[in-house]
């Protein structure tokens, strides 16, 4: 388990995801091309990012280079992309992953994810649309289990190899799971770190064979623009920072270590080549269950949350609002 080798989840049958991933919400293309350059070197072969983000594009042309110039196999990659809330129904699924495809330069995703459980109108190109009362022009007709079957035909379609959501709760999920006839979900990405350890969900999911992967490993420091707020910091936690001396780590490969080593996968997100190289370095040790146990009591329940989407003013009244 401990000896530098990347560890992989299995999704579905012959689809494996590597738990360690790289994150690209929040940042620009520029900043991005160099970063995926950069994670690429390093090991990275799990990418995660969203139509929503707005940097497929930049991530299409990375990819193109790597694999065009022979120094990468498409099929050693593992990319993640999202249905926009724009696109939340089934005529936005076949749309939308046509277009994600088409901005990566990919005929398939390994994994496609409905990103949010609420929807919003489609008012062209707009990603937030908004009323004339200033509020997001929530589509509050979002059916889940008829967007799932349009999810299972773009896997027999061959344009993604698994499905999941990402955002939903407990009751979200089991609907979803007794509906789908033909594939189950395979993942759920949601915030999880070390102060919103989502452990009931966590075991909810495993219950089901029903992967997890963690969004904001880090605590999301970028966040504190968008919400406006200090964030409370992981990264400097006492109980972080000695079980980093005693290893000889630093404090976010403890925190990443500490995701993984729970069965959960994580995708932090970084632009500093240092600290994308340290974030995959996490296979070459081993937390005791001491350490494991110290961990998971800085769990702060969900008074840890720190992204609910109440940013975006009306979203909490849309009758699928997950929180
Ligand atoms: P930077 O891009 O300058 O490295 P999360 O994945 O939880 O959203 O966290 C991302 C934030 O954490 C970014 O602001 C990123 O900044 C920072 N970050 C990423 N890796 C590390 C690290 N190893 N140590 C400290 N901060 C990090």
């Known amino acids: 388990m401990a000896d530098g080798k990347q560890i992989c989840l299995d999704l579905t049958e012959g689809v494996k995801i590597p738990a360690l991933g790289f994150g690209t919400w929040q940042s620009s293309d520029e900043e991005l091309e160099k970063a995926i350059d950069c994670a690429l070197k390093a090991g990275y072969r799990h990418i995660d ?134 594939i189950k979900p395979s993942m759920l990405q949601v915030e999880l770190h070390l102060y919103f350890q989502q452990k009931d969900l966590v075991n909810f999911c495993h219950a089901k064979n029903i992967k997890v992967c963690a969004y904001s490993p880090l605590g999301s420091r970028g966040s504190s623009q968008l919400l406006g707020k200090e964030l409370p910091d992981v990264l400097n936690n006492e109980v972080v920072k000695e079980i980093a001396e005693k290893h000889g780590k630093t404090p976010a490969q403890i925190l990443l270590r500490h995701i993984i080593q729970r069965g959960v996968a994580a995708i932090p997100k970084s632009t500093n080549p240092q600290r994308i190289l340290q974030n995959i370095q996490v296979f070459d040790f081993e937390l005791s269950s001491e350490d494991m146990n110290k961990l998971n009591d800085q769990d702060q329940g969900k008074a840890g949350r720190i992204l609910d989407f109440s940013f975006f003013k009306g979203v909490p009244d849309h009758p699928e609002y997950p929180f």
């Not at 050693?76 to 809330?85: G, Q």
């Not at 936005?92 to 005929?107: N, P």
């Not at 062209?124 to 509050?140: K, Q, S």
Request: aromatic share 10%; net charge negative; charged share 30%.
């Open 49 to 182: 990012t969203a139509y929503a983000y707005e940097n497929e594009k930049a991530l299409g042309r990375v990819l193109k280079k790597w694999i065009d110039s022979g120094k990468i196999k498409r099929e050693d990659l593992f990319i993640v992309t999202k249905l926009p809330e724009i696109g939340n129904r089934p005529s936005g699924v076949v749309k939308y992953l046509q277009r994600s495809l088409d901005y990566l330069q990919l005929s398939y995703v390994d994994l496609y994810l409905v990103h949010t459980p609420f929807g919003y109108y489609e008012r062209g190109e707009d990603l937030h649309p908004m009323t004339e009362e200033g509020v997001i022009d929530i589509d509050v007709s979002t059916d889940h289990n008829a967007i799932w079957k349009a999810m299972e035909d773009q896997v027999l379609a061959g344009k993604a190899r698994s499905i999941g959501i990402s955002n939903f709760n407990e009751k979200q999920i089991e609907r979803i799971w007794n509906s789908a006839e033909r």
